[in-house]
Nanobody
């Protein structure tokens, strides 16, 4: 059973920084493509994409996060990180990690989606 667990959330003052981590466990991923995504959901709002990274290392960011947030990964640890700088009160949300594993066999490819339970980030003075 694959588990995806986020950590690193907390209370930070405006202008501050936080580093979120997300670790996947429960199976071997050595032959699979692992595509990561960080999402967030603020109170009363829909979940939105923050940043993503493909198995090939291509990154993508929501416009409001460009220049402030950085996604990175440690493939040996099956872990992805989200470095968040210059945080604003509007960044307050529950941050979720998504792992999409693409399993490829001679018969084709199948995607498996895994979500963490989220970690709360509160930006407030």
């Amino acid at each position: 059973q694959v588990q995806v667990v986020e950590s690193g959330g907390g209370l930070v003052q405006p202008g501050g920084s936080l580093r979120l981590s997300c670790a996947a466990s429960g199976r071997r991923f050595s032959h699979d493509a692992m595509n990561w995504g960080w999402y967030r959901q603020a109170p009363g709002k829909q979940r939105e994409l923050v940043a993503s990274m493909t198995s090939g290392g291509t990154t993508n960011y929501a416009d409001s996060m460009k220049g402030r947030f950085t996604i990175s990964s440690d493939n040996a640890k099956n872990t992805v990180y989200l470095e968040m700088n210059s945080l604003k009160p509007d960044d307050t949300a529950v941050y979720y990690c998504n792992l999409r594993v693409v399993v490829t066999t001679i018969e084709g490819s199948t995607d498996f989606d895994y979500w963490g339970k989220g970690t709360l980030v509160t930006v407030s003075s």
